[in-house]
């Protein structure tokens, strides 16, 4: 037992790296209350524990052996000469070469290589891709389209590397979903077409900032909190990142015809007037945005902001042809309210004036 330890502890120690990045697995091996035996240079045991294994722990910066072997130590400069004094210990029972550094500024990047934003493909474990709607009230919730994920799953985002394979990042998981609620206005109480999800993302997805590029223009994104008018021009950002236009046709729209699949009070969307009535999305568009068409600046507008209609359900035909279809899109400034009245969602995101939740605009604290 003695001996396979021995050449067990003796491999690790011969690379300088291998020994930085195998303490923690050292310390496992030896299960000894986190004291630790090594290898002194070159193959014999030493008794001496070495303290450098929590160097990780006790401070805040970056640790790295590189392609010379040098450890180096990048702390802040108040940490610096405790460092110092805990590695040249070290250094005196193991022999390594280390260098104490200031930390360079850093920033990490989730691993799918992109930022997600609202229009980003994602994915459930049961359901084909739809898009991702945006955050609201902070940066780690999140919206999307509701009859593609159910409570307690994982929601992916695919990415494919340069000359890789596909790969799938789990963002976060999906708190609850809605398929219907109950919309109060200053008149009545209406049964509403929800259909949708708020997701709790992981902190490496989050989204601090929601706006779309139109025309080499960034607009930051708001929920607009009455319903739209009919003929109102609307324009959604589809799966390919293309922006398709169209015009509310018919607001409010019920079909009960539809079996568990009715809808209650939502936007009909198609092609501009004059056209024949066709649906201006495709398979894979649902949780997609429906927004106001910018205008030209004037001096008065609000030119750096659109306004978000709805949320992208499905397509909707009639007489059983595709030359007759609409696009149906739910009322979001209705519906976002009910959402997160919900306990469920209260006890995740705290409890805030409905009136109030809106998309996140927080500033990047990276930016310079």
Known sequence: MATALNSVLRWY????????RSLAILRLILNVDGKITAAASRGFLATA???CADLC??????????TKDTLHVAVPEDSQQAVTKEVEECQRKTFFRYQIEKPAESRFQGACGTDLRPGSQIASVRYGRFMFSGTVIDERTGITVGHAVDRGEDVVMTYRPQNGQEVRQIIGQCLKSFLRVQVTTYRSERTTTADMAVLDLRPEFCVRRNSVQWANREFRLRIFRERARRNTEVMVLDQNGIFRYGI?????FTNTMLGTNNLYNVYGI???????????TQPGDSGALVMSVPSERTPDSED?????YGIVLGRCFFESSPENSLTIANYLGGVI??????????????????DNIDFTQMADPNAQ
Not at 13 to 20: D, G, H
Not at 57 to 65: A, E, M, N, T
């Open 57 to 66: 722990s006790k401070y805040k910066g970056q640790f790295f052996c590189d």
């Open 248 to 252: 509310i046709r018919r607001e409010p």
């Open 49 to 51: 524990p070495l303290s």
């Open 304 to 308: 750096d902001v659109l306004d978000v």
């Open 270 to 280: 198609g092609t501009e007037a004059g056209l024949p009535q066709l649906a201006i």
């Open 337 to 354: 309210p009910q959402l997160f009245s919900d306990q469920d969602v209260v006890n995740r995101v705290r409890s805030i004036p409905t």
């Open 13 to 20: 120690v011969c690379s300088s790296e291998a020994w930085f």
